[in-house]
């Protein structure tokens, strides 16, 4: 069983929906960090959050430490969303990462 | 613009070849982190340097060897080339405070 699990592996949507990101984990963490990689391969760092909730324009993370578990959710998705989110935690001065959730936000 | 650079962004090698990964940080970050990317796994961290002069193994360590220049620059070598070494690398840095990692573009490495 992977440390850092995600789901859905794959997500179509409709522009407009609302789009939620789930990530489990089951160790330990000081921390708990949402990306985005973009067709062309590039990483961003989307949130880093080891508590409670963060909000950058349409997206929101929010995160359960007692659940040891992450949500990132995206409002009024668009194409441009269209990307693979990851979900990573940090775990004694290293990242364990999340295998992705493809998006892909249709007009 | 401030950030994380690497190069190069491609590399064809051949079996058996060496080469090294360069990657540079503006930011004064202390750490600097070398990750490879496969199809259908997570990022996996080869080696990592906490601060300049230190450097540690990660997950999947063997085949490389790394060196933390200065501050700035974390270079990750491959001193034999397999095809297993067929992968995306990304470095990254991380400021220590509160805002998260910044990855360099990648380097898309072919080992033939």
């Known amino acids: 069983k992977n440390e850092v699990e995600q789901s859905p592996q794959n997500l179509t949507a409709q522009e407009g929906e609302f789009i939620t990101i789930n990530c489990s984990y089951s160790?330990?963490?000081?921390?708990l960090h949402w990306l985005q990689q973009h067709p062309g391969g590039g990483i961003v760092s989307l949130f880093m959050?080891?508590?409670g909730k963060k909000k950058h324009g349409r997206l929101i993370a929010t995160i359960n430490i007692q659940e040891k578990h992450s949500s990132l959710h995206i409002t009024a998705s668009h194409p441009r969303d269209s990307a693979v989110y990851i979900c990573?935690?940090?775990?004694?001065?290293?990242?364990?990462f999340g295998t992705g959730t493809r998006l892909q936000v249709f007009p | 613009n401030a950030g994380v650079t690497q190069t190069p962004k491609f590399q064809v090698l051949k079996t058996g070849q060496s080469m090294t990964l360069q990657c540079a940080q503006d930011?004064?970050?202390?750490?600097m982190y070398w990750y490879r990317q496969d199809p259908g796994m997570g990022l996996r961290l080869i080696y990592y340097s906490a601060s300049e002069g230190t450097t540690d193994k990660g997950e999947v360590p063997n085949g490389y060897n790394v060196s933390r220049l200065n501050k700035r620059e974390f270079s990750l070598r491959l001193e034999s080339a397999a095809p297993s070494q067929t992968s995306v690398y990304f470095c990254?840095?991380?400021?220590?405070?509160?805002?998260?990692?910044?990855f360099g573009s990648g380097t898309r490495l072919t080992v033939v």
């Open positions: 930011m004064n970050h202390n750490s």
């Open positions: 990254a840095s991380l400021s220590g405070l509160n805002y998260g990692y910044t």
């Open positions: 959050l080891s508590s």
């Open positions: 160790v330990g963490i000081s921390a």
């Open positions: 990573a935690v940090d775990n004694t001065d290293k990242l364990i």
